[in-house]
């Protein structure tokens, strides 16, 4: 089988080490190279063309926003992972609008990484559940926007979705609104389609990602 080809881009060639051995230990992935700012980065993509990148926010010389939004217009079907700090909330919105497909804790485990990579692979978003938590208790009850400026959301849409990146689940919407499941679930059905999301971590993402909600 054809390995995953990974690089990793981080300026502490401690922490690239740590990661190169964590994956190593796994038979699926080749890790074909390494970068230790965003512009040694750019300079080596073209030639190895990784499956996914895994990629720090803040380093010299070039950063992650300004190395990920470089690749993305060039190759815009890289899909890379943010590999991040608590205190880089700041970023999250540079980072996704800048293409991210997802965001890891530096502090995670192996198994977390390669669920991400995993993830990240077949399409979707990847939040590490911690940083997730956190977005979702810095979205105040009126810091949104009431529509996107291509696809319209109603009201009741925007109300039903912050919940939702909130953690709420169906039902206990359903109390806060005083309305029926059913129709929850018809709002959620409606929200996923309009946005091509395929779950929580994917409505939040284009929230983010489109200003609906603001970090």
Known sequence: MEKIKIAI???HKMFREGI?????????????FEAQNGEEFL??????????????????????VAATQTVIK????????????????EYYYKMIHAGVKGFVLKETGSD????????????????????????IYSIGENNHKK???????????IEVWTLICKGMSNAEIAD??????????????????????KNTVGLVMYAIKNEIFKL
């Not at 300079?43 to 992650?64: N, W």
Request: no cysteine; proline share 5%; aromatic share 10%.
């Open 74 to 89: 060039k190759f815009p079907d890289a899909k890379i992972i943010a590999l991040s700090m608590f205190g880089d909330q």
């Open 176 to 197: 806060e609104l005083h309305l029926s499941q059913r129709t929850i679930e018809g709002h959620r059905a409606n929200l996923l389609k309009k946005t091509e999301a």
């Open 9 to 11: 881009v981080d300026d």
């Open 43 to 64: 300079d080596l993509y073209d030639k190895y063309i990784p499956d996914v990148v895994l990629m720090d926010i803040s380093m010299p010389v070039m950063d992650g």
């Open 147 to 157: 529509s996107n400026p291509i696809i319209h959301f109603s009201d009741r849409e």
């Open 112 to 135: 977390e990484l390669e669920k991400a990579i995993t993830e990240i692979l077949l399409g979707n978003n990847y939040f590490s559940q911690e940083l997730l938590r956190n977005i």
């Open 20 to 32: 190169r051995y964590i994956l190593s230990k796994s038979p699926y992935y080749d890790i074909v």
